[in-house]
């Protein structure tokens, strides 16, 4: 998908890639209702997160020597979907804003350019509709629906700071402890209800355990009002000196979440437990490498020392990349591993996605080093569903061309771990592999990346990304 000339100009986008009109206008639409934001940007690499009315789609978008190319993951089966022709309508205005405005040479300090993204989601809060369905309390929580149609919850936690939590995806990731949800609920709330009278009569309607966004997402707590003598002590034993959690204090904190589970006043948000749930998973894998006894008869191939101490440490890691020489066995490697963390984890489905040519390989491999068959997912849309969805074999195979085929198939049916060889077809972070494979479902992820590694840092980080 891409066009040799005139990239994000409005004019040609229009006559050349985003037609009908209908298609235009419904892009045209999430781009005056707001619902483009633009996540990242390395030189003429893009991203930017569509807000559709049932999920948010992240755009990837890439000029290179003139020339535009793009992808979404929605698997649409248009040249270009609706979510594509937003982002790029979306990057043209931006680009004709850059060119309105007076060139500068000015040199931006963190807090200037933090107080420079607050000003842009501050445009775009006034800019927008939105639907809110105030609490009774005027903290939250609130429910405020965008012009896509999505619902968000959000609750206020400083009305001077004008800093509370969202659900949305920016929130998660920005490090503002705002976004313009929270910013335009800020203002409507003001204008709807007399807030300064309510502040001092109400209390935070909960207590709150979070991420904090502005302390690199540390696990912390907020509460304004009264509490009760149990969970005041309880907040004392387990969030002491600044009031943060930090990582060497885990162990200790997950006491804490097992001592307020059902209690009604006590909300902990989603990221913590995500947070929480990493780090014993972590936890698991390193007590277990010093007890289990990995059993490498399982195998009908004999291994080398240094190939079993590679296998080992990927068995007890849920990411890891083998980087190997050619020659050396990476796949072997990769092949026991599976093995193993079937044996001792339980697993109960691997994919090995590689390239179209190793295809053949990979199945004649496993079938000779493990002795059991592993297909080949091809053949009609029915027949590959039927490969993904079967609980046996324990290996399938497919190839990158597949998985981006077959996206929404393999998110009905995810896997325990991903093996993802020749992956450097994944460097280029906006490519349509890289998008497809990084949206797939996975407990554990085994990467084979050929020596030398990507030497670009970005390449090097978009593999990493898949990891983790």
């Not at 639409?29 to 990242?40: A, I, Q, R």
């Not at 300064?196 to 109400?202: A, F, I, N």
């Not at 906006?430 to 590694?453: G, M, N, W």
Request: charged share 25%; aromatic share 10%.
């Amino acid at each position: 998908m891409s066009a040799d000339r005139n990239p994000l100009d409005p004019e040609y986008l229009r006559a050349h890639l985003i037609s009908p009109a209908s298609l235009y206008n419904r892009a045209a639409t999430l781009v005056s209702s707001g619902s483009c934001t633009l996540k990242e940007q390395q030189q003429d690499r893009f991203l930017v997160l569509v807000e559709d009315l049932f999920e948010d789609f992240p755009v990837q978008v890439e000029l290179a020597g003139g020339a535009l190319s793009y992808q979404c993951p929605c698997a649409s089966a248009l040249t270009c979907c609706h979510h594509a022709a937003a982002a790029l309508l979306y990057l043209a205005r931006l680009r004709e804003q850059e060119a309105s405005a007076p060139p500068s040479q000015i040199q931006y300090t963190r807090e200037e350019m933090i107080a420079r993204v607050l000003q842009e989601r501050r445009q775009r809060a006034e800019q927008e509709a939105y639907q809110i369905d105030f609490a009774d309390n005027v903290y939250g929580v609130h429910r405020l629906t965008a012009a896509s149609g999505q619902v968000y919850q959000l609750t206020l936690r400083d009305f001077d700071r004008e800093v509370g939590y969202c659900s949305c995806p920016d929130y998660r990731t920005n490090k503002l402890g705002a976004c313009k949800h929270l910013i335009a609920l800020f203002r409507s709330i003001r204008r709807k209800y007399p807030v300064e009278k309510y502040l001092q009569t109400q209390a935070y309607p909960f207590v709150e355990i979070y991420c904090d966004p502005q302390k690199s997402y540390h696990i912390t707590y907020f509460y304004k009002g009264s509490l009760n003598i149990h969970i005041a002590a309880l907040l004392e034993k387990y969030f002491p000196g600044d009031g943060y959690v930090y990582p060497e204090q885990y162990d200790r904190f997950i006491e804490f979440l097992s001592k307020v589970e059902g209690m009604k006043k006590v909300v902990v948000r989603p990221e913590v437990l995500a947070k929480i749930e990493k780090y014993v998973d972590q936890q698991f894998l390193m007590h277990l490498s010093q007890s289990a006894r990995p059993d490498f008869s399982l195998m009908s191939e004999e291994l080398l020392p240094f190939q079993k101490e590679a296998a080992l440490k990927a068995v007890f890691q849920a990411g890891i990349i083998l980087a190997d020489a050619p020659g050396l066995g990476a796949e072997l490697q990769a092949t026991a591993a599976a093995v193993i963390k079937r044996e001792l984890f339980g697993f109960q489905r691997c994919l090995v996605i590689t390239a179209e040519a190793r295809l053949e390989k990979w199945q004649r491999d496993i079938r000779g080093w493990v002795g059991e068959e592993a297909p080949v997912c091809q053949g009609d849309r029915g027949r590959r569903a039927e490969i993904y969805r079967a609980e046996q074999p324990y290996f399938r195979i497919a190839s990158y061309a597949a998985v981006r085929q077959d996206g929404e198939l393999l998110r009905q049916t995810p896997v325990d771990l991903i093996i993802l060889d020749e992956a450097q077809q994944i460097k280029d972070y906006s490519s349509p592999a890289s998008i497809a494979v990084k949206a797939l479902p996975k407990k554990h992820a085994l990467v084979i990346c050929p020596l030398p590694l990507e030497q670009r840092l970005g390449d090097l980080y978009s593999i990493m990304n898949f990891i983790d």
